[in-house]
């Protein structure tokens, strides 16, 4: 199975801290997340559907979030950013996807673990 784990920043929003890209689909059961806009390429991730992702605010710190990826799609960023294509993950929390260790790249630059086999 594919694992990727990724450096997901916190920002102010207003008065509470809200995680980047970080959005829960309302109504789902179990818990449903989707993580976007992240700066892949599909062909190279696409072997993470079905495998499962982590977020962590630091490559230090254990996951605040993971689960089993169940999606994921192209997006376009129109707001002038470099590298406009992107994409977003769709996926189902799990309990175990709180506290992972980082895998994979760990490097000062790196931003993501890269697609591991666990």
């Known amino acids: 199975m594919k694992?990727?784990?990724?450096?997901?920043?916190?920002?102010?929003?207003?008065s509470t801290w809200r995680r980047q890209g970080l959005d829960i689909i309302k109504g789902t059961k179990?818990?449903?997340?989707?993580?976007?806009?992240?700066?892949?390429k599909l062909d190279d991730i696409n072997d993470v559907i079905g495998g499962k992702i982590f977020?962590?605010?630091?490559?230090?710190?254990?996951?605040?979030?993971?689960?089993?990826?169940?999606?994921?799609?192209?997006?376009?960023?129109?707001?002038?950013?470099k590298r406009a294509d992107?994409?977003?993950?769709?996926?189902?929390?799990?309990?175990?996807?709180?506290?992972?260790?980082?895998r994979g790249a760990s490097h000062s630059m790196a931003w993501n673990g890269g697609l591991v086999e666990v």
């Open 30 to 40: 179990p818990l449903q997340y989707t993580s976007c806009c992240w700066d892949f």
């Open 55 to 81: 977020l962590h605010h630091t490559k230090n710190k254990p996951s605040y979030v993971g689960g089993v990826v169940t999606k994921i799609e192209e997006v376009t960023l129109s707001d002038g950013t």
């Open 86 to 102: 992107r994409v977003k993950f769709t996926f189902i929390s799990e309990a175990e996807g709180k506290g992972a260790e980082w």
């Open 3 to 14: 694992v990727l784990h990724i450096k997901s920043d916190k920002f102010l929003d207003g």
